[in-house]
């Protein structure tokens, strides 16, 4: 092979490396952006600010809470830390088809569940 030709192989080998490097590239950068913007909206999702008072959010979606099977009642409570405020949605029993369909936020305010069994009247004293 003559000189000239074996030059003209060198460059052409070299921008395709570089070509392919460039590919190679740009499909992990925009790996690295899809990752980060899907961690970003779920972020979003789990922090959405409280815009309303917490007994009017439990009035407007109590109705569609007792809806659901199992449910027993609702209210108002705290979380662990005892400052959170949380809406608290109490079971008949323990059951992870029930869980499900309970939403974990409502308005910015975290749900929970207690399992408390069912309620009866207490008879006369």
Known sequence: MCPASE??????????GASRFRRW????????????????S???KETVPVQ?????VLEDH????????????VCISLLEDQKTKCIKVL??????????????????YRVVTEVTGEFRPMGPR
């Open 25 to 40: 590239a740009w499909l992990a950068l925009s790996l690295v952006v899809l990752l980060l913007s899907a961690c970003q």
């Open 91 to 108: 079971l008949a029993r323990k059951d992870k088809a029930i869980e499900k369909r309970i939403p974990a936020m409502l308005e910015g």
């Open 52 to 56: 309303r008072d917490i007994n009017a």
């Open 62 to 73: 109590q109705a569609e809470l007792m809806a659901l099977p199992g449910v027993v009642g």
């Open 42 to 44: 779920d972020v979003r």
């Open 7 to 16: 030059a003209i192989l060198e460059k052409q080998v070299l921008v395709g």
